[in-house]
């Protein structure tokens, strides 16, 4: 199945004299973007997803921006600059009945709108005014100015809103033979509770819950650039960001039941029993962005020398704050733990018999009669979603220092060391489950199990509060490093531009948050031997590390007005952890597929499924012939062999590296009175037009283990090996990345 994507680009620019000190530039870019097939996935080894699991994606993001230049006097200048922009992304289902989950072979087939799909729009307006004040002043230039940043959200998502059914039993032909009788293994769907008795989201739309907020942000700076000596320049600066959320969210004083630690003190929790409570008062209520007033000092240097700016050395050290996450802060809005329900239905329960595609699904499991069925019902409330009191918006201390040398007119060399360490990096945390031991398996490493009695899938949470599902708190505990070591040279003629760096790096954090959705985020958080909660062992390499990287750029005039632009960029891949089966939990911390594998340091070191994971484990040939294949994907990768006999740490395996290859040819047309049109061509990744297998954006498979069982004797799990271990597949989204062409016009008056 071939994914459509059709993308337009309109940018239009005037730029206006309004007199000998004042010039007016406006400008319009409009982006156009058709996506078929939004959601599905086109490459992974497991997953195989029909044409009706995904949908159009059609967002027009409109920006409208005016800058105002004034020279007041040979030493003041200003800058003023307005915009405002329009990022509509409604996310649409192809087809309007639930999703369908069939799992054949150990692969999982869907088809169906997806979940993620079933009601999703989001909207968001940008108004952005800034302007910069410039005094030169003998050897001082001297900036200040602000920054006002407006920000309007429209949230509306309501993931499995339609519902899904799942098919899958003890056998591939029981599976089908449950598909030809209509008899689905699971039921699952979210219905709005708003109106204090489920309801159907498609009947009554009206109930969803949605976020409407505004976020602010106001930013101040001045800075200071003095020239003491014709050789040396030196800076120092100040900036202040206060962000501000403005709308509060539903409040949900049942909270105080089980987590009372959370509210301010007797009176905020007595404020929130008679229904006074201000935003501050409540977890999920989520204050106004407590982030305060975020002070960001500054400075820098550039030292001549020699005095011919041949050789000039360069360094700076400074405090930055990272942007209040606005977009973030809808899940506040959206998981109150209130507003919504999650039904979920076993095979013996109505709902997932007799299923019908062409109704709407379900709003509950069916009778509770007999009582006996009550242990195949359960609706829990969705994750209830809340910030720290103390959270505050990400910070880090920069410092560079580099140096760049003239060899020769045309050649340059330059050398640059960065370095970086952030703090109260975004993290994510369930205040739901116990987090009392029940367990430690011995047998396996020592990995510590909070939840119930481990078995054939692994281990449940225990929930603190059964009326809630997970209550997720928003902090930030997390923090991160990151240097650099960068060589760079160019080389410049007449005729030609070439440019070449090498980038030699470690990012290191103990969580990558880079999702919105506070469910995804959360799951992000690993598990190694404790449970996720505790980040402190989890800090090694981050999602986004890429120790080796490579840019060389080049640009040839050539002759009659025609240029051709060049850009190779070689990159390692990215790394991942080696990780048990999505659908086990080993540890009880409520999520499945965050857990890190145990790496055996032989045979006896684990106990084995060796009967494929039908019923039993096999005869102990079977089993050794299991342990063969998981012995030989062990010997294979470096990132499992040198961890034998531990819990494997966080993202020490790496995906493959990449070479991509873009071009540019252009062509400058005279026209009348000096105007001109610009021709242009761009083609991106070349390499992969030439060749389908270069270029390309994989991933490989991060499951390792599935849990089948548990062996009391040794205290630890019986797993099944998945073969396909690090297996590459083709990125979801990857399709965005294959060759590509574009051609533009360019109109200079």
């Known amino acids: 199945m071939n994914i459509e994507v059709n993308e337009w680009a309109l940018f239009g620019r005037v730029d206006v004299n309004l007199s000998d000190r004042h010039r007016l530039a406006i400008r319009d870019n409009l982006t156009i973007l058709g996506l078929a097939g939004d959601r599905i996935s086109t490459g992974s080894s497991n997953q195989y997803d029909y044409f009706s699991n995904g949908g159009p994606q059609t967002p027009k993001v409109n920006s409208f921006a005016a800058n105002l230049f004034s020279n007041f006097s040979p030493s003041l200048y200003n800058e003023l600059r307005l915009q ?3 990022d509509p992304k409604p996310r649409p289902p192809e087809v309007t009945y639930p999703q369908v ?13 997806d979940s993620i799909l079933h009601f999703n729009d989001l909207k968001e307006n940008t108004f952005q005014i800034a302007n910069t004040a410039t005094l030169n002043r003998g050897a001082h230039s001297v900036q200040a100015g602000f920054d006002v940043l407006r920000k309007s959200f429209y949230n509306l998502f309501f993931n499995n ?10 056998t591939d032909q029981a599976t089908l033979d449950s598909m030809a009788a209509k008899h689905a293994s699971a039921f699952t769907r979210a219905v709005p509770f708003s109106l204090g008795t489920p309801v159907s989201p498609v009947q009554f739309p009206d109930s969803i819950p949605t976020a409407r907020y505004v976020g602010w942000r106001y930013s101040f700076f001045v800075q200071d650039k003095w020239q003491p000596t014709s050789r040396l320049t030196l800076s120092a600066g100040l900036r202040l960001d206060i962000p501000k959320v403005r709308n509060v969210p539903r409040n949900n004083p049942l909270l105080l039941d089980s987590f009372p630690q959370f509210f301010v003190d007797s009176a905020a929790i007595a404020r929130l029993r008679g229904g006074t409570a201000s935003a501050a008062d409540s977890l999920t209520t989520a204050r106004e962005v407590p982030a305060g007033q975020n002070w960001q000092p500054r400075v820098g240097f550039a030292y001549d020398a020699f005095g011919d700016q041949r050789t000039v050395v360069r360094g700076g050290l400074g405090s930055f704050y990272g942007y209040t996450p606005f977009v973030y802060w809808s899940n506040m809005f959206l998981n109150t733990g209130r507003d919504q329900l999650n039904v979920a239905c076993a095979a013996t329960a109505p709902a997932a018999q007799s299923v019908n595609l062409n109704a709407d699904a379900p709003t ?17 409330r969705d994750p209830v979603t809340g910030a720290l009191k103390s959270f505050k918006t990400p910070v880090a201390l920069k410092a560079n220092l580099g140096i760049d040398h003239g060899v020769t007119r045309n050649f340059r060399v330059g050398a640059e060391v960065t370095y970086a360490k952030t703090w109260h990096n975004y993290s994510i945390r369930d205040v739901n489950y116990r987090s009392d031991v029940t367990t430690v398996l ?6 510590v199990v909070v939840g119930t009695a481990p078995g054939v899938s692994g281990s449940s949470a225990r929930r603190i509060d059964p009326r809630f599902n997970q209550v997720l708190e928003h902090d930030s505990r997390s923090q991160g490093d990151y240097v650099a070591l960068i060589p760079s040279i160019t080389w410049s003629t007449r005729r030609w531009d070439v440019n070449a760096s090498y980038t030699y790096s470690r ?5 990558s948050i880079s999702c919105c959705t506070s469910t995804t985020s959360y799951r992000l958080v690993e598990a190694g031997i404790n449970t996720n909660n505790q980040l402190e062992g989890d800090f090694s390499y981050s999602d986004n590390d890429r120790p080796n990287s490579f840019v060389l750029s080049g640009l040839w005039r050539g002759p009659y007005g025609i240029n051709v632009g060049a850009l190779l960029r070689g990159f390692s891949g990215l790394p991942f952890s080696p990780t048990i089966s999505s659908s086990n939990d080993a540890n009880g911390d409520g999520i499945r597929g965050n857990d890190r594998v145990y790496v055996p340091r032989n045979r006896n070191d684990i106990t084995i499924d060796g009967n494929g994971g039908t019923a039993g484990v096999g005869t102990a040939a079977q089993q050794d012939s299991a342990y063969a294949v998981l012995d030989a994907i062990i010997n294979q990768n470096s990132c499992l062999a040198s961890q034998r006999g531990r819990i494997a740490a966080r993202n ?3 995906n493959p590296a990449r070479t991509v290859l873009d071009l540019r040819i252009s062509k400058e047309i005279g026209t009348i009175r000096g105007q001109s049109v610009g021709l242009v061509a761009d083609f991106f990744n070349v390499l992969n037009g030439i060749n389908n297998n270069w270029g390309r954006a994989t991933s490989a498979q991060t499951t390792l283990l599935r849990i089948r069982g548990f062996d009391a004797a040794n205290n630890r799990y019986i797993y099944e090996v998945d073969g396909k271990f690090a297996q590459e597949f083709l990125e979801a989204g990857a399709d965005l990345a294959q060759f590509q062409a574009q051609l533009g016009v360019r109109y200079s008056f």
């Open 101 to 113: 989950r069939v799992f054949l072979g150990g692969h999982f087939i869907a088809f169906g709108a």
């Open 652 to 654: 020490t395996c790496r």
């Open 364 to 380: 509950n499991c069916g009778p509770l009669t007999p009582p006996v069925a009550n242990a195949f019902f359960f609706t829990t």
């Open 442 to 447: 011995a047998g396996e490493g020592g990995r």
């Open 84 to 86: 405002y922009s329009t």
């Open 161 to 170: 809103g339609r519902g899904t059914y799942t098919f899958s039993w003890a």
């Open 507 to 511: 990012a290191r954090d103990d969580v």
